[in-house]
């Protein structure tokens, strides 16, 4: 079959870039045929687009790279202004959050898109087509498609909770426009399809919601032996420098900092996310002195960037200087620190406000050496993890905000790390599937309540699992990786994107209570 993708983004970075990539490989793999439509314009980097689109002169033009063309991408022209759910920067773009657009800007950039699309299908007549995020794409597809080819919606958590919810008045209406024509609409979890039925209200939505979670590649994500992870890890920083990223991470850069991990040594500990508030990596930095203070090998690797990374390197800077008034402040600050409005960390404040006595002067202590083990890495490309995370023991996934899915957690339980997630939302229901692979006594182990005791539960169940007997942790890990490997698949998710777009619903779990940790977790 032949599959347009509209996606609108780059395919590098996060959440439904990533979906949107591994997508289009389990397509091909399958034997469809796929044209991409977004705005990433380095894909000979991705090893998989055979042929790009671009529009010159007002009229679509398509330049094959290889043969056979299975993947084509196409590059509608938008002008520098890109629409985004989160402000943050982007190479060769003015980005900016949805909400702070003119409506003008918003229709020229709708417009322009629509015309790309129908130069698209007018092109190669697809036989369905899949649409991520709740806005704007759907209402993109439904005016260029007009009922000829079947469609999908994927709705993943940003679009839902940090433009409609907040904004209903003005982009409700973009959303309904594109959920009334979608053959299905797919979701990652349970807790993602309420919140779409509460923030839509439409009673006729649930009856076409399926459940449509992303899938990890179980064949790069796999546990390694000790040797393996060193020497796949050294290759990485070498790869990085022939890349020119020995700089891309500012304070020593991606190279530098993982050259500073040693598997063989130390117990390395990780985070991969956008460094926003939002995220909650604030809350694992605080929790950092308290696991080095028990586990001293302990190192922390953190990959990402985003609008909060000054305000971590500053709770960092007052970490080495044992100054916790000056963490404080960073934490009544909170989200000012990222561009945000003001807003208290209430969580991290319980914390530093609950430290007194004996426990403050031993997390003082711990602090400096604690700052002394924590490494940004900056970016790095989603194909450079699979060297990474198997270097892990641990992935802390400490979002305080909803998740539609815990894509970091399960990759990094298929690398064989404990997943310790926050317990909400997607990310619970990933813990809940994970949880079948450990003893009922480690299960506690996978997940942390949001809540005032969130740094200390978060030290806590790292450092219970870095001191976990060897032989034990061993296990307890493989049979994570095996869990992973048998629940996820993206061949799977490819399958019930179709099925979703044709309205073969029947053949889809529907994400009530439980769903999503019976049968085949991927859908």
Not at 373 to 384: A, N
Request: with cysteine; glycine share 10%; proline share 7%.
């Amino acid at each position: 079959m032949r599959i347009l993708i509209f996606h609108g983004y780059l395919l590098r970075g996060t959440g439904s870039n990533i979906y949107t990539v591994n997508l289009c490989r389990a397509m091909v793999k399958l034997g469809h045929e796929v044209h991409l439509l977004c705005q990433e314009r380095s894909v000979g980097q991705l090893g998989l687009v055979d042929a790009v689109g671009t529009w010159e002169a007002g009229g679509l033009r398509v330049r094959a790279v290889r043969e056979p063309t299975r993947v084509t991408v196409y590059n509608p022209d938008i002008g520098r202004t890109l629409p985004v759910y989160v402000a943050d920067a982007y190479e060769g773009f003015d980005a900016v959050p949805l909400p702070e657009l003119e409506p003008a800007t918003l229709e020229r950039y709708v417009e322009a898109n629509v015309t790309a699309v129908r130069d698209v299908v007018d092109r190669v007549d697809p036989d369905l087509a899949l649409v991520n995020h709740l806005v704007m794409g759907p209402a993109i597809l439904a005016r260029a498609l007009g009922g000829r080819v079947p469609y999908a919606i994927k709705v993943h958590g940003s679009a839902l909770e940090y433009t409609v919810r907040p904004n209903p008045e003005r982009f409700l209406p973009y959303a309904l426009e594109g959920l009334a024509s979608a053959g299905g609409v797919l979701v990652g979890s349970r807790h993602t399809a309420e919140s779409l039925w509460e923030v839509t209200a439409d009673p006729d939505l649930p009856t076409r919601t399926r459940l449509g979670p992303p899938g990890v590649d179980v064949e790069a994500f796999r546990p390694r032996a000790l040797a393996e992870r060193a020497a796949a890890l050294a290759a990485l920083v070498d790869r990085l420098e022939e890349r020119g990223m020995a700089a891309w991470g500012g304070e020593g850069g991606a190279a530098e900092a993982l050259r500073a991990l040693d598997p063989t040594r130390e117990r390395i500990v990780g985070y991969v996310g956008k460094l926003i508030v939002s995220k909650g990596v604030d809350l694992l930095l605080a929790a950092w002195p308290l696991v080095v203070a028990e586990v001293p090998e302990a190192r922390l690797c953190i990959v990402g960037f985003g609008t909060y990374r000054d305000a971590l390197t500053a709770m960092l800077e007052a970490f080495r200087a044992g100054n916790l008034p000056a963490l404080r402040a960073l934490a009544v600050r909170g989200r000012e620190l990222e561009g945000g409005p003001r807003g208290q960390l209430a969580h991290q404040l319980a914390f530093i406000d609950g430290l007194t006595g004996a426990r403050r002067q031993r997390y003082l202590r711990a602090a400096p050496d604690a700052a002394a083990r924590v490494h940004f890495t900056g970016r790095l490309e989603h194909g450079d993890l699979p060297s990474l995370l198997p270097s892990w023991e641990a992935i802390v996934v400490p979002s305080t905000f909803p998740e539609a899915f815990g894509m970091v957690a399960a990759e990094g339980a298929a690398s064989g790390a404990l997943p310790l997630s926050a317990a909400h939302s997607g990310l619970a229901e990933v813990t809940a599937i994970l949880a079948e692979a450990l003893d009922e006594p480690l299960r506690p182990l996978l997940s942390f309540e949001r809540g005032p005791d969130a740094v200390e539960d978060i030290a806590r169940k790292l450092v219970g699992w870095l001191q976990l007997d060897p032989d034990q942790r061993s296990r307890a890990s493989a049979s994570l990786a095996d869990t992973a490997r048998r629940r996820f698949s993206w061949e799977t998710a490819a399958q019930g994107v179709i099925a979703a777009a044709l309205g073969r619903l029947a053949e889809l779990p529907e994400p009530g209570a439980g769903a999503a940790s019976s049968g085949d977790a991927s859908g």
